[in-house]
């Protein structure tokens, strides 16, 4: 099964900025369908932050919409979040997934979460 790899968080300054990467790592990957990024803050449940599918049709919650930006790269099964003017409570769990992923071999598409990697902003 594909595995996701999720990087780039780390501790930021109010107004900062950081950059996350999820990559898919894994054989014969035929095609995601949409990657994207959710976040589970301390006491919350997570919600979703940023999508985009595979004709880079994205959504976001409007709560970023202004400030982060998704991109991805289909040749490289990579997703990126480029998170600016940080707000302490975007402070949370940043969790990449990826829908409908198709391998070779495989009858239908199935979906999988990355690891998550922490983001905390503070001053």
């Known amino acids: 099964q594909v595995q996701l790899v999720a990087s780039g968080g780390g501790l930021v300054q109010p107004g900062g900025s950081l950059r996350l990467s999820c990559a898919a790592s894994g054989s014969r990957i035929v095609s995601i369908y949409k990657m994207g990024w959710y976040r589970q803050g301390p006491g919350k449940q997570r919600e979703l932050v940023a999508t985009?599918?595979?004709?880079?049709?994205?959504d976001y919650a409007d709560s970023v919409r202004d400030r982060f930006a998704i991109s991805r790269d289909n040749t490289k099964n990579t997703v990126y979040l480029q998170m600016n003017s940080l707000k302490p409570e975007d402070t949370a769990v940043y969790y990449c997934?990826?829908?409908?992923?198709?391998?070779?071999?495989?009858?239908?598409?199935?979906?999988?979460w990355g690891q998550g990697t922490q983001v905390t902003v503070s001053s």
């Open positions: 985009a599918t595979s004709d880079i049709t994205t």
């Open positions: 997934k990826a829908e409908r992923v198709r391998q070779l071999g495989l009858v239908g598409g199935y979906d999988v």
